[in-house]
Each structure stands twice: as structure tokens, then as C-alpha cells.
């Protein structure tokens, strides 16, 4: 359960792409039914890069590849590809694979310090179809919980921001404006250090991303970039005693397009 | 089945999408920079969307600002000076290029994983306009901005102020050609750049009447005139309407209604699987009496005789079937000094006594989001607010099985009223208001 600083690609100015520049945009855009998809690139022969300059130097231990269709990619930073990422917690060590399946994927890395990340798209799961990406995360976190809450205190959900319409024979029609992840943790028994941890981060007042269960396989492709509105509540004692631990809730709701 | 504009309407569930564009002008030339850029993300409330024509009176723009709301905790917003504005190296926020686009987006996942997105309708833009008015900050971190039609750029810039006119006056036609290709002196066009900076956007319709007193700038019906204030009165004494439409193009053109059924919209009691049931609620329905006169005065001359006002009126009379006694001997009073003929005239006066004296249907209804109409369109309606055949009394199961004739037959009828029924009537829109927010279009139109 993992928060993250927000998505070090933000501006199209930032990527660098072999082709379709007019869809640089959807690399950030959550809604992943908008992708990123090259064009001239439809043969499993030809690479398309997707290179994101940063304009300082950043930690990146965070990447995630949201709705893409590769079966052979790798990512690097700083432009060199023997510079490739170590994936812990993976089914690979190095971020280069060569007969991928997945079409979403979360990756925990060692931490680097670099200015650019590129992704060299090489073939695709379906032979020779241009290559495709709906989201793409560069970041870092800013804390991993290292437990999750208890189920009953893990409420999330997809709000959907809808139009309903009931038309003059009493029938409805629904239209749909977008769907927004919210959700509630509600954690107990914290110890002090990850109150203070969480004080930080909320102090911040600013996006982040939530990823609850990041894997690179088999993923439930729950990530979003979001804002922490409300209290901080973690100054409640869980028990009766003052070193039993702190007790509150967060709550994260998904920012705009 | 393929998707279309009507499929998406009709769906039970689906997508819809709206966005504002804008663009700045460049602090250098003054031009609107030459891409879109997109501001839709900070939008608090969207507002309504107007048009109208011959709604409140015959010949009479009513101009409706689009009043939106921008979260502007970033100070985004701010007045151009302000470096954290978004207009910061550019010029005033005032008279930036807005577009509004509304529509319904189709997605679909093939089997490489790659997503279609389809818009419906192809070119989505419902509104141009300019921001135009205050722009206040306020400590809820939102400002409103006032976002005008494009007709406003008409109301700001002074008659007196243009060149192009000839000793022997211009039509109406040569004039608005004059507005199209307006410049400051030094070949920028004026006008042009807020109508995508082209000819091809300026419909301006045929005339031949030559209006003697348009020969200079410092003419009385000139110098103290605003461009728009002429064109509104070239508008009606030529008996033509001026309007923006939803694609941004100008036009100065008839009141005709299109020949063709834009939409048909139905509601209670019809089943149609092309168009589907989009009326929500018809909330006014029937004859307009307020706009019913029996007599129509033109004046088209500055004094009171016989000549310079000219009248048509129904004969009246004491009987059941004269409407000007059935429903007051009213009168229409239309004064226009730059009529140039009396038998201009006495054409306006024809076609405003054709208009006001024959009491026609109007309807007031709310639909669920249909994004293509325009004013102007025809419309069909189908709608009736109860399931039978309101002119029948009794079931025809208990009453038609000894006749083979249904026709005597009589019906009960539903209890919950017969007040609207319409199978198919064409009617003309006056007034389309779009609300953003809501994905809702309230219409005012005319049966034809």
C-alpha cells in the first residue's frame, strides 16, 4: 500500500516520442481508454521510444505501465539502455523483457537518481500492431504502509460523476461525465514514526498517487493521482494507552483529467 | 451496429464529454495564438449555453453570456500581469477566444489492446464567444469569467471609426462584406481573426436596397452608432435575422427553417428506434396569444402621415370567427428609419402580418442532451401526454366486438389527461439553451 509524489510526467514537453507527438498528452492521463499509440510503427521490426526528460535530477523507484499491448520493451534512465531499472518483488530482476503478456504492470525498483526514463517499445503481444500505452507513472513514494488496513476499514470505490435523466415516460437515461477512484483507510495501532511519516506527506498539501497492490502481474491496475482533503487524524490514541498507537483515517480522492 | 450521432443520443447509458478551449493574444501582434489550449480540467461549473432568435420579439437578439466558474487556487486565472497567471506574456484576458465543445465519446477495446475513441457529433463545438466583462477573484478561490457570443466584437468597436464607405451609400450586403474585411490601417483585419480569421466563415446573404445615408462615416445614422447598432437595424429592414451558429461562422441570412428534419424528438406515448425518447418534460405548451396582433404599423419614415406609417390590419369584426374581436384588435408597432423604399416597407409589414396574425403552436420542452441542433432547425415532435386516442370515451375490448367498424368504437381514455398531443409536427427553434452542467437542452420552438 503504497503513496507515491506525483507523476514526474506531466507536460508534453517533457516526452520525446518517435511518433503520434499529438497524443503526449494520454501518457499522463489517467482514463486509460485514451493511449498513447504510434503510428508507422505496426511491425514487430521496428522500435517506437517513449523518452521523458526531466528538467533535474529525480529519484525514481516507482514505474507503471497502465493498458499497453508490449511483449518486448525495456526502460532505462538517462538515455543509455544498459541502464536498465532492478525490479525487486517481480518475475524479473532487469526492466527488459522480451515475451511480456501483461497488459498492466507496477514496478518497485531500486531507488535511481536520473533526468530522463525512455521506453523502447519493441514488439507487441499481437504481432505487428502499433504500439500502445494508456498510462504511464514515473515517481517516487512517499510512504509505503507496509500493512494494509483491515478489510472493513478499506473502503474504495469508483464514483461516477453522471447525468440521470428521467425522460417524460418515467425511463432513465444515464449519461456519464467520468468515473473517480475515492478511498478511505482507516488504520489503528500506528506507531509514532508512521504518524509522523503521514503528517508529512499530509502536510504537504499537495497530488499524489495511490497504489494499493502494485504487482507486475495480474494486477488489479488500481492507481490514480489524488488529494488528501480533510483532517489529519492521527493524534487519536488507539487504546487506553499511550503506547498502543495512534488511530485515524485517510481519505484520497482522485484529481482531474 | 455501427455508431452515429442517434445511437449515441437514444444509448441508455453512455459517455458524454464537454470542453472549453481558449486562446490568448499574443502581447506582441494582438492575434490569438494559433492553437487551442485546453482549460477544461479547472472548471467548477460550466453554466448554460443561449441562442436565441424571434424568441422575445420578432427581429429582437437577445445576447446570453455563458457565465463559467475556474478554480483558481493556483492564481491561473489572474489578470495577465500576475506571473502566475496563465495570460502572463500575453495580453489581457479580455477578448480571448473561447469554444466550448459538447458531445458523446464512443470508446471500444480491440482484441490488440488498443482503445477507439469516436466523438459524436464530428465537429462537437456549440459555442464561440470572447471573454468580455469583470472578472472578480474571491477569497473561495474560484473566479467567474463572463463569456460573451461573438457578436459582442460588434457592440465594442465604433462606427464612426470605419472606412469603406462610397458617396452613394452601400447595401447591406457591401456593408457586413465592409465589416468582414475591416482593417486598422495597417492590413490587420479587425473582425475576421474572432471568425477563425477567414472569409469562408462570413454567410452573408444578398441585397440589393442601397442605404443613401451609409455613405460616411460621419453620416447621422453613423457617427454615433456602434457596428452591431447598424447591423441590428440593416438586419430588420432587410428582414433577415444575424446570428453566430454553433461552428462559429457568421451569418446574415433569412428566417427560413431548414427543409430538412434535423431531429425528431419524442416522448410519452411513441416508440421510434432511430431517434429513441429523448423529451424529458414539456413545461409550456399551446397558442402564444400574447403573440397574436391583428394590425401591424411599420414606420419607416421620421414623421406621422399616412405614408410613413404604414398599416395592415384584419378587418374587423363583431362575429365568432374574427379573431381581432375574438382576441383584441392589438397592434404591432415596427419603426425602422432605415427602410430605403415604401415598397420595402410594405414587404416587412407583409411578412410581419403573416407572422403575427396567424396564432401558431409554441412549445417550451426539456430534453436529454442532443448537442447538433442549431436555431432555426426543423424539428418534429411526437409527444402525447396520455396513451389513447383522447376523442374516444370507451374500451374498445367491451364495446367493438359486435361491429367490424372500429371507427364509432369508443375508448376509455387514460385519467391522467389529454392535454398535449403531437404525432409528428414539424416545428421551427426559436431558442436552444444548453445546459453544460445538467447535459440538458431546453428549446423554444414554433410549429410551422
Known amino acids: 500500500m503504497e503513496i507515491l509524489k506525483a507523476n514526474y510526467l506531466n507536460t508534453t514537453t517533457q516526452a520525446i516520442l518517435t511518433s503520434s507527438t499529438d497524443r503526449a498528452a494520454y501518457l499522463f492521463d489517467r482514463d486509460v481508454r485514451f493511449q498513447y499509440v504510434s503510428s508507422g510503427f505496426n511491425n514487430d521490426l521496428t522500435t517506437s521510444t517513449i523518452r521523458v526528460n526531466f528538467d533535474e ?43 511480456n503478456s501483461e497488459t498492466s504492470q507496477y514496478f518497485r525498483s531500486t531507488a535511481i537518481l536520473c533526468t530522463s526514463v525512455s521506453i523502447d517499445m519493441k514488439k507487441t503481444i499481437t504481432a505487428n500492431k502499433e504500439k500502445a500505452l494508456g ?8 510512504i509505503v504502509l507496509s500493512r494494509p488496513p483491515a478489510s472493513k476499514k478499506y473502503a474504495i470505490q469508483l464514483d461516477p460523476t453522471e447525468v440521470v435523466h428521467t425522460l417524460s415516460d418515467g425511463g432513465t437515461r444515464i449519461q456519464n461525465v467520468a468515473d473517480k477512484y475515492k478511498v478511505k483507510l482507516g488504520y489503528e495501532y ?26 507486475t502481474t495480474s494486477w488489479d491496475k488500481v492507481i490514480f493521482p489524488c488529494v488528501w482533503p480533510g483532517n489529519f487524524e492521527f493524534y487519536r490514541f488507539s487504546d487506553d494507552a499511550a503506547g498502543a498507537g495512534f488511530s485515524g483515517n485517510i481519505i484520497l480522492k482522485e484529481t482531474p483529467r | 451496429m455501427a455508431e452515429t450521432i442517434l445511437s449515441q443520443i437514444k444509448a441508455p447509458n453512455s459517455y458524454v464529454f464537454r470542453r472549453v478551449l481558449l486562446k490568448r493574444k499574443s502581447a506582441m501582434t494582438g492575434l490569438h495564438e494559433s492553437v487551442w489550449q485546453d482549460i477544461s480540467s479547472d472548471v467548477k461549473t460550466w453554466g448554460s449555453i443561449r441562442r436565441e432568435i424571434d424568441n ?13 466558474k475556474f478554480e483558481n487556487s493556483s492564481g491561473r486565472y489572474n489578470p495577465h500581469e500576475d506571473d502566475a497567471s496563465f495570460w502572463f506574456g500575453y495580453a489581457s484576458q ?42 472578480y477573484n474571491s477569497d473561495d478561490n474560484h473566479v467567474q469569467f463572463s463569456i460573451r457570443p461573438l457578436l459582442q466584437v460588434f457592440r465594442d468597436y465604433p462606427a464612426k471609426n470605419l472606412t469603406g464607405f462610397t458617396s452613394t451609400g452601400l447595401t447591406a450586403t457591401q456593408f457586413f462584406q465592409m465589416i468582414r474585411d475591416q482593417t486598422d490601417g495597417s492590413s490587420n483585419f479587425i473582425f475576421r481573426p474572432f471568425f477563425g480569421d477567414t472569409t469562408t466563415n462570413w454567410n452573408i446573404g444578398s441585397t440589393s436596397n442601397i442605404y443613401a445615408n451609409l455613405n460616411t462615416n460621419n453620416s447621422v445614422d453613423v457617427f454615433d452608432k456602434t457596428v452591431w447598432d447598424i447591423m441590428e437595424k440593416l438586419a430588420e429592414s432587410e428582414d433577415k435575422i444575424i446570428y453566430v451558429d454553433n461552428l462559429g461562422t457568421f451569418n446574415f441570412t433569412t428566417r427560413d427553417v431548414t427543409s430538412t428534419v434535423a431531429f425528431h424528438f419524442l416522448g410519452n406515448g411513441f416508440v421510434d428506434t432511430e431517434y429513441g425518447h429523448t423529451i424529458k418534460k414539456v413545461s409550456k405548451f399551446g397558442k402564444r396569444q400574447t403573440d397574436f396582433y391583428s394590425r401591424v404599423e411599420v ?8 405614408t410613413a406609417v404604414r398599416v395592415k390590419e384584419t378587418a374587423f369584426a363583431v362575429t365568432g370567427s374574427n379573431d381581432a374581436w375574438n382576441l383584441g384588435h392589438r397592434t404591432f408597432k415596427f419603426e425602422n428609419f432605415w427602410i430605403p423604399t415604401i415598397t420595402v416597407a410594405d414587404t416587412i409589414l407583409d411578412n410581419i402580418y403573416n407572422n403575427v396574425t396567424v396564432l401558431k403552436n409554441n412549445i417550451e420542452f426539456t430534453s436529454s442532451f442532443v448537442p447538433h441542433i442549431d436555431i432555426l432547425d426543423r424539428v418534429r415532435m411526437s409527444y402525447d401526454s396520455s396513451a389513447l386516442n383522447p376523442t374516444s370515451r370507451w374500451d374498445l375490448f367491451d364495446w367493438s366486438a359486435d361491429d367490424t367498424s372500429t371507427a364509432q368504437d369508443l375508448y376509455w381514455d387514460r385519467f391522467r389527461g389529454d392535454a398535449i398531443r403531437l404525432i409528428g409536427a414539424d416545428f421551427k427553434i426559436l431558442s436552444i439553451d444548453l445546459s453544460l452542467d445538467k447535459f440538458e437542452t431546453k428549446i423554444v420552438a414554433i410549429e410551422i
Not at chain 2, 104 to 122: C, G, K, Q, R, V
Not at chain 2, 124 to 132: L, R
Request: a negative charge; hydrophobic letters at 40%.
Open chain 1, 190 to 215: 500506528l506507531a509514532t514514526s508512521v504518524r509522523d511519516s503521514l503528517k508529512t506527506v499530509w502536510q504537504l498539501h499537495t497530488e499524489m498517487i495511490f497504489c494499493p497492490f502494485g504487482t
Open chain 2, 56 to 68: 422575445v420579439r420578432y427581429s429582437k437578439i437577445k445576447f446570453g453570456d455563458v457565465l463559467m
Open chain 2, 94 to 135: 479580455q477578448r480571448s477566444l473561447i469554444k466550448i465543445e459538447a458531445g458523446f465519446t464512443h470508446s471500444t477495446l480491440a482484441s490488440d489492446n488498443i482503445w477507439t475513441n469516436t466523438e459524436y457529433p464530428s465537429t462537437p463545438s456549440v459555442f464561440y464567444g470572447i471573454i468580455s466583462g469583470d472578472l
Open chain 1, 135 to 142: 498510462y504511464l507513472v514515473i515517481s517516487d513514494t512517499h
Open chain 2, 299 to 306: 414606420k419607416w419614415i421620421d414623421s406621422n402621415t399616412f
Open chain 1, 57 to 99: 535530477t529525480m529519484t525514481v523507484s516507482r514505474l507503471s505501465l497502465l493498458e499497453h499491448n508490449l511483449k518486448e520493451y525495456i526502460f532505462y534512465y538517462n538515455g543509455v539502455t544498459a541502464n536498465t531499472f532492478v525490479i525487486s518483488g517481480g518475475d524479473t530482476t532487469a526492466s527488459s523483457f522480451i515475451s
